[in-house]
């Protein structure tokens, strides 16, 4: 039973504009997420973080906003780049867990039009 | 810097075959990961380790194998393989295994089994 979902699998958004990447989970332990960006025939790479005692984080052109109520955190870039296509996984774990064992959800594949 | 490497990139198996894939990090990471990627599921974790000689189970442990036996090094074993073990093969290294704490990935190992 997937804990973490991204009910997206693509997302098609034009160069300038917002994309937004959606991502729900069930676990209510959960109080750390993060979002990876993957390119082809590469790992994932860290992209930005969100702790449960925010509501919001920036870096940049990347901001994550989360709803503890309900479980539902979002992506937002603004604006969007040739350079964003690539798959985005949303992950979820307890900070307590100090084993730091992540749950990803499925990814969502953005391409980004000129 | 290498970071994490993975060896091989690309390997095809027959059924009940052996191999044994080699990760790499040399970022004196204590947490080392291996995780499979199938589509729509995500990246699954497979083992871990928290240390130099020691290992443990993750979510998808059934028919692998690791080992640590240097800190740098974390080894994903295939004693007999299997189809449903077609995947993609991600390790992963973290400095300390908080929740909260990033985790570095490798670029992959694209496994067929026939």
């Known amino acids: 039973d997937q804990q973490v979902k991204q009910n997206s699998p693509s997302l098609s958004v034009q160069e300038g504009r917002i994309s937004i990447l959606n991502c729900d989970y069930t676990?209510?332990?959960?109080?750390?997420f993060l979002w990876y960006k993957k390119y082809p025939a590469e790992g994932p790479t860290f992209l930005i973080s969100?702790?449960?005692?925010?509501d919001k984080n920036e870096d940049g052109r990347f901001t994550v906003f989360l709803n503890k109520s309900a479980k539902h955190l979002s992506l937002h870039i603004v604006p969007s780049q040739p350079g964003d296509s690539a798959v985005y996984f949303c992950?979820?774990?307890?900070?307590?867990?100090?084993?730091?064992?992540?749950?990803f959800g499925a990814g969502t594949q953005v391409v980004v039009t000129p | 810097n290498a970071g994490v490497t993975q060896t091989p990139k690309f390997r095809v198996l027959k059924t009940g075959q052996s191999m044994t894939l080699l990760c790499a990090q040399d970022?004196?990471?204590?947490?080392m990961y291996w995780y499979r990627q199938d589509p729509g599921m995500g990246l699954r974790l497979i083992h871990y380790?928290?240390?130099?000689?020691?290992?443990a189970k993750g979510e998808v442990p059934d028919g692998y194998n690791v080992s640590r036996l240097k800190k740098q090094n974390f080894l994903l074993g295939l004693e007999s393989a299997a189809p449903s073990q077609t995947s993609v093969y991600f390790c992963?290294?973290?400095?300390?295994?908080?929740?909260?704490?990033?985790?570095?990935f490798g670029p992959g190992t694209r496994l067929t089994v026939l």
């Open positions: 992963a290294s973290s400095w300390i295994g908080t929740g909260a704490n990033e985790q570095f």
């Open positions: 969100i702790s449960s005692i925010k």
């Open positions: 380790s928290v240390g130099e000689g020691t290992t």
């Open positions: 676990n209510s332990m959960f109080d750390y």
């Open positions: 970022m004196n990471h204590e947490y």
């Open positions: 992950a979820a774990t307890r900070v307590s867990d100090s084993w730091g064992k992540l749950q």
